[in-house]
Each structure stands twice: as structure tokens, then as C-alpha cells.
């Protein structure tokens, strides 16, 4: 499977900025990373769709970090990265890399991968 590592999160003052970086990896192919999205999961709340990026750039975002937030890759990475602005207390939560991949093996695997997660914390 093709591993995932993600940076960035932190703690930060309402208002404050951000930018999350996820990398993935495959030990022994080479691997084409379609979509790949940023995700968050708070206490108590479940799991959501904060940005995804196709392979061709294009993108989709929650409607409450829309304006907000920005998603990017650096195909030659194999990276993809989140740029968060304007940051919120309710932006609070661990967030987590995914990744849909095709790896060039004799079977041409695909599959998902998740990132371990990185905690973001916006303070009031």
C-alpha cells in the first residue's frame, strides 16, 4: 500500500494560519496518486471532507472552510498540501491525508490509504 505522512498541524490563535503537508510513498513501484483529499475528525463529531484535489488540479471544498482554506500538489512530490487562513476554534480537529492510488505492480493495485493524522488547535 502507499504510505502517508502528514506535518504541519499545531496550535494557533483564532485568525492564524496554517499550512498541512502530506506526502506519499511506496516501497519497490512506482504508483500514480489520483484524488487526494484532507479530512477532519473532532471529539465527538464525524469524520469530514474539508478539500480534495483530482489529478488534473481540480478541486472541492466544505462549504465552511470555502475562501478560507486551499488545497495544492506537487505531483513531482508526490505531495499534497493545506493552506488554512482566517483559522477558527470550530477548525479544531485532527486532520487526516487521503490518498487513492494505482500501483504499477503486475496487478495493478488500487486501493486508499489514511494518513496516522496531525492535530490542528485553534485557541479563542
Known amino acids: 500500500q502507499v504510505q502517508l505522512s502528514e506535518s504541519g498541524g499545531g496550535l494557533v490563535e483564532t485568525g492564524g494560519s496554517l499550512r498541512l503537508a502530506c506526502s506519499a510513498s511506496h516501497s519497490g513501484n512506482r504508483f500514480r496518486i489520483n484524488t487526494m483529499g484532507w479530512y477532519r475528525q473532532a471529539p465527538g463529531k464525524e469524520r469530514e471532507m474539508v478539500a480534495e484535489i483530482t489529478n488534473n488540479g481540480g478541486t472541492n471544498y466544505a462549504d465552511s472552510v470555502k475562501g478560507r482554506f486551499t488545497i495544492s500538489r506537487d505531483n513531482a512530490k508526490n505531495t499534497a498540501y493545506l493552506q488554512m487562513n482566517s483559522l477558527k476554534p470550530e477548525d479544531t480537529a485532527a486532520y487526516l491525508c487521503?490518498?487513492?492510488?494505482?500501483?504499477?505492480?503486475?496487478?495493478?493495485?488500487?486501493?486508499?490509504?489514511w494518513g496516522q493524522g496531525t492535530q490542528v488547535t485553534v485557541s479563542s
Open positions: 487521503n490518498a487513492d492510488y494505482i500501483i504499477f505492480n503486475d496487478n495493478y493495485e488500487v486501493g486508499r490509504s
